[in-house]
């Protein structure tokens, strides 16, 4: 047998292997992945937001199923300030976060509360508007005065809801639903005691359904604060960096206040 020869052929077989090695380390990672986040998004043109689409005001389509809604148009001026485009992909509530963590989705706006479960999975922006919730029950009931009544009530939200866990908190049996028309035609039928919602979007069922029979039976005294989550890591602290100091400019120079009064008929921007 020839050891030089052999050597000289594992050798050559060394370089090789070394070469495409570094070929698969220098391949970039999809989607931001393990990359900061702010600059492949801007390399991109494009940021992509997820949200419902079927949550007015924050998130719906009009007469000519266009969508529109208070947290449509947060967005598109977010993407200016960035300078990209927004890609506004819709979904269910509960695939939402898990599609944000997993990276199919830069940021989710969608009215989305803080609370300290989702702040260990999620980073969020400052808030940029106010929630306060309240429990709706039929017109025609009131065996709820207060928070505390709703132990016992059957109640309905999306799951994994600020909602949801609140009816939970104090005690009500919360059934899963896909969004707030389908909870109304559950308490109106009868088929549950109450839900839980935000007060903003109470109103402009009211507004769009004048003749409903629910009412307000109480509110929730604790406001909650709206800001936009996105994926945990170092990738994304200049995009969240970013999208703070857009809404700073937001809210200074009036776009949020107008934003909320077109879409509330008050400014939930501000903390009362």
Known sequence: MNWKRCGAVFAALALCLAA??????????????????????????????????????????DES???????????KAIGEKLGVKVSF?????????????SGRYDIMVNGVDID????????????YAYNRTVVIVRAD??????????????TANTLNSTYAAVGEAYGAQVTGVDDFIQTIELLTSG?????????VSYYDYLNTHP????KIACTDPQATQVAIPMRKGEDTASLREAIDKALEELGQDGTLTELSVKYFGMDISQAQ
């Open 211 to 214: 003749d409903a029979q629910v």
């Open 20 to 61: 495409l090695a570094g070929c698969a380390a220098e391949k970039p990672q999809a989607s931001g992945m393990g990359s900061d986040l702010l600059a492949a998004i801007q390399a991109k043109g494009e940021i992509t937001v997820a949200m419902e689409g079927t949550w007015a005001p924050w998130t719906y389509h």
């Open 65 to 75: 199923d266009e969508l529109v809604g208070y947290d449509v148009e947060v967005a």
């Open 191 to 199: 088929r549950i005691d109450a839900t839980l919602n935000a007060e």
């Open 89 to 101: 992909v819709e979904g269910e509530w509960s695939g939402l976060l898990a599609g944000l963590e």
């Open 141 to 154: 009931d009131d065996s709820i005065q207060a928070m505390e009544d709703l132990a016992g009530k059957k």
């Open 116 to 127: 300290e479960a989702r702040q260990e999975k999620y980073d969020f922006s400052t808030p």
